[in-house]
């Protein structure tokens, strides 16, 4: 197995696993939390398209698992995320941690939109839902802007003990 | 030239390959691959849900005797009169068999309750679900009611090894037949009203024109039966706006939701005895 994306998918997987338990204690307040982009953002700028599209897969499948969609909804976004994000790469400054930041939230933008557009189609009042999309999408900006930098570093961190060189890591293309 | 062209096609053709893998994937591994990736995660839920019931017992215990002492003399009244009601009930239950029995009447369904603890609520503007703590190992069937001492919950939506996934009332997918209470004529209720920050709201349609209701004067929405899920007369909530709707035949409107659903801790899953 590889240490790469079996390193990179345990600490994306343990930040959906806080993600879930932080939404639970915010249920009563009728507020969710959304942070796919954060969840695909750094395995496409760090790590070589197999290893990181592994790792990306692999998280689409488990909060795929956990989320009324049909199966395979997240997976799918997420494995698109990741590619336009990979193919795009080369041209940022993409080990910058504030350039992992805004990558972070312009994906989480464009999957929350993908995923209301595939999710209110015959809601019954898609005008409060859409308001409360909004609230919620807010909330889930903000959320990535306070934990980004340190998800990013911890990844980093992480993939350092692992023995990863991410300079050599971020030149493979395949 | 062409090698580096092909290197910059390269991840769409990735893309491209995982997608038509997905979609070739026989529906059985698909499901194995959701029942695994939910049970690899369903520890991780039942296990912070454990936490959160020490967290409460420890909190509990800071509470002092005199605190306790009080407590136990309120519930002794409470017993009392649940004594009082149980034994109204069980009367009244022997009458509904006797009337059954004379008018030979089909039977109402019969249910095992079966309490369970909330490990874990998902409640957002696409979906609302609660996750309880028991599954496939307490017998409960997918589809089964779900209520609470408010009413109506939910129905089970999934059943897995130890965990049981519920839609809540709240959520856009949950659509129940209901009768206004004292009234026996048909209306619909769904779900889908959950405005951030404030309680949930459902929405009824189909009623007769010759009612009303408002915020002053809310009337009550209570299951009626019809679909054999749910028996008839648990609180749904209260209907408080009506108004005609565009065809002019019926009347649609807002119920509003008791706010505890969105605090549940545990509900209680009515377990069909048919189907045992």
Partial sequence: MDRRWLITFATTFLLWSALVQINHYLAPHGAYLFAGGLLVAFAPLRLGLRNGLIATLLIGLAVDALEPVPFGTHLVLFAAMHVILFHLRTRFPR?????????????NLALFLG???????????SGVAWARLFVDLLWSQLFIVVVAPWFIAFQERALELGRVDLVEESRVTF | M????????????????VVLAWILLPVVVKSFLQVSFFELQAPIQTTASYARDLQEYWAERTHSKNDLIEAGRELRHVYAGYEFQAQQTEALRAEISRLEQLLRLPSNPHYRYEPARVARRDFAGWWQQLVIRKGADFGIPAGAPVIYAGGVVGRVREVHAYTAVVDLVTSPSVRLAANIEEDSRPVSYQGGLNPALRPARGIVEYVPPDFFASAKNPKRLVTSGLGGVFPPGLTIGYITQLDASTDGLFKSGEVSLDPRLSELAEVTVLVPLQSE
Avoid: N, T, Y
């Avoid at chain 1, 995923?115 to 009042?125: D, E, K, Q």
């Avoid at chain 2, 062409?2 to 991840?11: C, E, G, I, L, N």
């Fill in chain 1, 115 to 125: 995923l209301s557009f595939v999710l209110l189609g015959g809601h019954p009042a």
């Fill in chain 1, 95 to 107: 080990e910058e941690p504030i350039f992992g930041v805004v990558v972070a939230l312009l994906a």
């Fill in chain 2, 2 to 17: 062409p090698s580096k062209r092909f290197d910059r096609a390269r991840p769409f053709i990735a893309l491209g390959a």
